[in-house]
């Protein structure tokens, strides 16, 4: 029997809501000397707050299971309510280790999301056409970039280091909503058959390709973050740039994401065939 097909509508919705887990994930780094300022730390000390949210998305894995429980469209609404509750902590204190636990929660808000969202799309979409549409729902990444950036530049500017968190919290809130009405739930897929026993975690660790798989992951991310950190100071100590400026530079590095990104989802010959089939 065939599964019921993801719509457009359905795609976006999640591409929607991806872009503002992402924007929440993203905005700190162009802007955390600004952060550092406004709450009289070393932009060192701020860096705490990158390495808080990066730290909780890290146990992404710990949360996947409940979806399988709970349900993927519930959980995925959930995720959005974390990432609202965070974002509105951001706006009501300005105690930095205060913060470090709201921006931990956007960390957990996105590790709760990101794989019921990646299991919602493997119960409904087939597997010929699975890879297309994760690869869509990824354009988030440079979307967060490419918009979200350059917006909170200028809120940053004209309200202070804290606005971007306010127009994430009702954005989030607009995300949770249109998940709960606009995703067919998952559950009315026919079932599939029921996946093997997982492995545990240790013996997992212990075969040599899961090791050397999360050894690279871990240094991709290591040197990313390495990159990140310095990058709004860099801008601001080399060139003077003015934290709207930074916004819009910082549209560079999003185009250049979409285009790689863009180049894996569109740009092979089936592209449009496979995804079409989806609909």
């Given at each position: 029997m065939p599964r019921d097909p993801l719509s457009p509508r359905a795609i976006l919705t999640i591409l929607y809501s991806r872009t503002i887990n992402n924007m929440s994930y993203r905005i700190i780094?162009?802007?955390?000397?600004?952060?550092?300022?406004?709450?009289?730390v070393t932009i060192e000390t701020a860096g705490q707050l990158?390495?808080?949210?990066?730290?909780?998305?890290?146990?992404?894995?710990?949360?996947g299971h409940l979806s399988d429980r709970h349900g993927r469209r519930r959980i995925m609404v959930l995720g959005q309510w974390v990432l609202c509750v965070a974002s509105l902590a951001v706006?009501?204190?300005?105690?930095?280790?205060?913060?470090?636990?709201?921006?931990?929660?956007?960390?957990?808000?996105?590790?709760?999301?990101?794989?019921?969202?990646?299991?919602?799309?493997g119960d409904l979409v087939?597997?010929?056409q699975r890879g297309r549409i994760v690869g869509i729902t990824e354009l988030a990444w440079s979307f967060a970039w490419l918009i979200g950036v350059p917006l909170a530049g200028v809120l940053i500017d004209r309200a202070g280091w804290q606005s971007p968190w306010a127009l994430i919290a009702a954005l989030s809130v607009v995300g949770a909503v249109l998940t709960q009405r606009m995703l067919p739930d998952a559950r009315t897929a026919p079932p599939a058959a029921p996946p093997p026993r997982p492995a545990p975690w240790v013996a997992l660790l212990r075969q040599p390709r899961v090791a050397a798989a999360l050894f690279v992951s871990l240094g991709l991310l290591f040197a990313l973050e390495n990159v990140l950190i310095v990058y709004g100071a860099f801008l601001e100590d080399s060139y003077g740039l003015a934290t709207t400026a930074i916004g819009m530079v910082s549209v560079a590095i999003g185009l250049a994401e979409l285009l790689a990104e863009g180049g894996t989802v569109f740009m092979s010959p089936t592209a449009w065939a496979n995804s079409a089939a989806c609909y």
């Open positions: 780094y162009p802007f955390l000397p600004v952060l550092a300022r406004g709450l009289g990158a390495a808080a949210q990066g730290g909780a998305g890290m146990l992404a894995p710990l949360f706006l009501l204190t300005d105690q930095f280790y205060l913060l470090l636990f709201a921006f931990a929660g956007f960390g957990i808000g996105k590790g709760i999301y990101d794989p019921a969202m990646q299991g919602y799309v087939p597997y010929a």
